[in-house]
């Protein structure tokens, strides 16, 4: 028996509601999805579209959601609506070719997992900072970025379950049952970080705020799901997981420490702490049994592997900029401001 008393829950957020649209593309997807499908042919604005930019990413992100947990109020029938998913197909392209054009590529997996463990003595990322001379509503934004990610934590990776096959896909799971709590609902990672969230002084409703995290976070999600819906993209989510579990528990010790520093309680530093010890371990079994008997398995793979890796430092590396050009000449990181906390008392 769990630990869980018998009829106890624990409350979820609902399902987001839609945000408001950043351009054409997003407008055209917002719209339909205010009504009832089947839909009207979508104009062709996609092609024109930054891919990397606001108006693109929120219509790519909004996609995506209906595979996940719907907005409030739309019909779950736009999952498979092909029209939209044919204008989604649109964006998908531009958005992968606008990443590999970005990266390096090749197929040596060992060399791009170990650049992973590399860090330079002068590294000063966002972790660096917030443990260092990070103030309170620069922490209150980041967590504000991360619970886009944070609070669908694992999901993404679980649509690569099925397409895995013996070893892989048994250590796979292993890291996912850790990921989700290790069948306790209270300890699941995405609940670590709603309560992170309420000790912040911030809404943990799912999905609240879409609308004011800029595409540069947005595209971080939309990788994962890009890779996660798409069976030939699954050596690059299983790249993507293994970048994830590698470069996690450093940045999570220091965050746990600038938490500490700024005066934040143990409720807001669990989820990180979480998170240094089991994702050490985590990294071993990624490397080792998960990636080692995919491409044991499928060697054709090691290309996608490796592009997942490197897609992943990419964008995080994008996200990790904007934050730190932003809060180094005192501007929010949000397309608007989080209203004033006072911090912890």
């Not at 209906?66 to 531009?94: C, I, K, N, S, T």
Request: hydrophobic fraction near 45%; include cysteine; glycine fraction near 10%.
């Amino acid at each position: 028996m769990s630990g869980n008393t018998i009829g106890t829950t624990i409350a979820e957020p609902a399902a987001a509601t839609l945000p408001a649209p950043r351009g054409p593309l997003s407008a055209a997807v917002l719209a339909a999805l205010s009504q009832s499908p089947p839909a009207k042919v979508f104009p062709p604005v996609a092609a024109a579209a930054d891919p990397l930019g606001e108006d693109l990413q929120l219509a790519l992100y909004t996609c995506y959601e209906l595979h996940y947990r719907g907005f409030d109020g739309v019909d779950p029938d736009w999952e498979w609506e092909p029209e939209l998913l044919r204008l989604r197909a649109a964006m998908e392209r531009g958005f992968l070719a606008a990443v590999r054009s970005r990266i390096d590529g090749g197929a040596d997996v060992t060399s791009a997992l170990d650049e992973l463990l590399v860090e330079h003595v002068d590294a000063r990322g966002v972790s660096h900072h917030l443990r260092d001379t990070g103030t309170w509503w620069q922490l209150r934004e980041y967590v504000a970025h991360r619970s886009i990610y944070h609070l669908k934590e694992a999901d993404p990776h679980a649509w690569v379950i099925p397409r895995l096959q013996g070893q892989a896909k048994a250590s796979l799971v292993a890291v996912e049952f850790d990921e989700f709590g290790g069948g306790r609902g209270e300890r699941m990672h995405a609940r670590l970080f709603a309560d992170l969230m309420e000790g912040v002084g911030l809404d943990p409703a799912y999905g609240r705020y879409l609308d004011v995290v800029p595409a540069v976070m947005l595209a971080t999600v939309n990788l994962m799901s890009l890779f996660g819906l798409h069976r030939g993209l699954r050596g690059a989510l299983v790249g993507h997981f293994a970048a994830a579990e590698i470069t996690t528990a450093p940045s999570a010790q220091r965050m746990a420490r600038g938490l500490d520093r700024l005066g934040a309680g143990p409720r807001c530093t669990e989820f990180f702490t979480e998170h240094i010890e089991a994702d050490a371990v985590h990294e071993q079994i990624m490397r080792r049994d998960v990636i080692g008997d995919l491409l044991s398995r499928e060697p054709g793979l090691a290309a996608d592997v490796v592009l997942g890796v490197q897609a992943t430092e990419l964008l995080e590396a994008r996200l990790g900029d904007h934050l730190l050009d932003h809060w180094r000449s005192g501007r929010s990181s949000l397309l608007r401001a989080l209203p004033a906390h006072p911090g912890p008392a």
